[in-house]
C-alpha cells in the first residue's frame, strides 16, 4: 500500500552514501494522498499548524496515514530499507512542508533535530528549479538537540557559491518520489524553494517522540473505525 517496490534492494546504496533517491517509489494509493493533501492545501481546507509557521519561510500542515494498515507497511517498508526493527520505528514529525513566496533562495544549512535519524522528503509539488541539497564537506557531527541546528559559517560566506561546491548533492524530487537521507547529521537545506510543498517523515529508533506525533497517531488509530483499520 505504502510503496510499489521492496525498499530493501536499496539498503546497501543507503548505508553507502547516507541518502537515496528514489524515484517511483510510491504506490498510486499513497501518490493519490499526496494529491488529496496538496489540493486541500490549495482550497484552503486544511488547517495549519499554527506553532509551525515560520515567518518568512514556511507553513506546516500534519499528515496522517489513510489507516492502521497504511502506516505498518509504511514502518515495514523503512524497516527494510534502515534495517531497523519495524516495531521500533518511531514518527518523529509527519509535516507537510509549504514555503511561501518570500522564502529565501539559499537559507543557510542545517540539521534537523536528534529524533530524525532519518528524515524521508515525499515532494508534492516541486517547482523546476527548487533542490534539496545536502552539503557534505560540512560537520557530519550528530545534532542532540531537539531543535534544528544552523550551521555556524565564516563570515562573508556566499550562500549561493556555498551550495554550487562540487561535494554539494543536489536533488529536484517529484510526486511520486521519496528522498531519504540522515537529517540529524548531514547538512542539508532546500534551495529556490518558494511554491513547494513537501511532505517530511521524521523517524527514528531510539523511541524519541518530543512532538508527540507518534503517540498522537497510535491514538488515531484507536479510535477509527474498525473498516479503516483493518484495510
Ligand atoms: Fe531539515
Redesign the pocket.
Known amino acids: 500500500m505504502s510503496f510499489n517496490r521492496d525498499l530493501g534492494q536499496h539498503r546497501s546504496q543507503l548505508e553507502n552514501q547516507n541518502y537515496l533517491h528514489l524515484e517511483n517509489i510510491l504506490s498510486d494509493r499513497f501518490t493519490n494522498l499526496l494529491k488529496i493533501y496538496g489540493r486541500q492545501i490549495v482550497d484552503g481546507e486544511l488547517d495549519e499548524i499554527e506553532e509551525w509557521h515560520i515567518p518568512g519561510k514556511k507553513r506546516q500542515f500534519l499528515f496522517d496515514f489513510l489507516s492502521k494498515p497504511h502506516f505498518d507497511q509504511f514502518r515495514e517498508g523503512l524497516s527494510h530499507l534502515t534495517g531497523e526493527h519495524q516495531d521500533a520505528i518511531t514518527i518523529g514529525e509527519r509535516h507537510i512542508k509549504v514555503y511561501l513566496d518570500e522564502a529565501p533562495d539559499f537559507p543557510v544549512p542545517?540539521?534537523?533535530r536528534q529524533a530524525?535519524q532519518y528524515?524521508i522528503g515525499f515532494p508534492i509539488h516541486v517547482p523546476e528549479d527548487s533542490r534539496v541539497c545536502f552539503l557534505p564537506q560540512l560537520s557530519r557531527n550528530e545534532n542532540t538537540k531537539q531543535c534544528?541546528s544552523y550551521a555556524d559559517l565564516p563570515a562573508g560566506t556566499d550562500l549561493e557559491d556555498l551550495y554550487e561546491d562540487d561535494q554539494v548533492v543536489s536533488i529536484k524530487g517529484n510526486i511520486g518520489d521519496m528522498i531519504i537521507f540522515q537529517?540529524s547529521t548531514i547538512f542539508?537545506?532546500r534551495i529556490r524553494s518558494a511554491g513547494c510543498s513537501i511532505l517530511?517523515i521524521k523517524i527514528n529508533a531510539a523511541g524519541q517522540d518530543p512532538l508527540g506525533e507518534h503517540a498522537k497517531l497510535l491514538a488515531s488509530f484507536a479510535n477509527m473505525p474498525a473498516d479503516a483499520v483493518a484495510n
Do not use: L
Open positions: 542545517h540539521m534537523d530524525a528524515t534544528a537529517g542539508h537545506e517530511y
